[in-house]
């Protein structure tokens, strides 16, 4: 059974940034695409960034820039390094794993950008 555990999510300022850590166990981590999602209040989910297994990455075009998507295999972790925070950001941000016909996502963790 794979599981992704988020962690890194805050409460943070406009302006400001924060760091987003998804460890993986239970699969081959390196043969896996990764990517992560976030669903704002009242909103559907929505892919933030992706990073396949050789490293390519692709971005929504609300956080080019701004967002950088990238991985550790030998730490099985994918990151989400978030800076010059909006307060549209705010979401749950959720990791997911996809490779061929497998599909698994995180529990979320909350991002919350106010002053």
């Known amino acids: 059974q794979v599981q992704l555990v988020e962690s890194g999510g805050d409460l943070v300022q406009p302006g400001g940034s924060l760091r987003l850590s998804c460890v993986a166990s239970?699969?081959?981590?390196?043969?896996?695409?990764m990517a992560w999602y976030r669903q704002g209040p009242g909103k559907q989910r929505e892919l933030v960034a992706d990073?396949?297994?050789?490293?390519?990455?692709t971005y929504a075009d609300s956080v080019k820039g701004r967002f950088t998507i990238s991985r550790d295999n030998a730490k099985n972790t994918v990151y989400l390094q978030m800076s010059s925070l909006k307060p549209e950001d705010t979401a749950v941000y959720y990791c997911?794993?996809?490779?061929?016909?497998?599909?698994?996502w995180g529990q979320g963790t909350q991002v919350t950008v106010s002053s």
């Open positions: 997911n794993a996809h490779w061929v016909q497998y599909n698994y």
């Open positions: 990073i396949t297994s050789g490293g390519k990455t």
């Open positions: 239970g699969t081959i981590f390196r043969f896996y695409a």
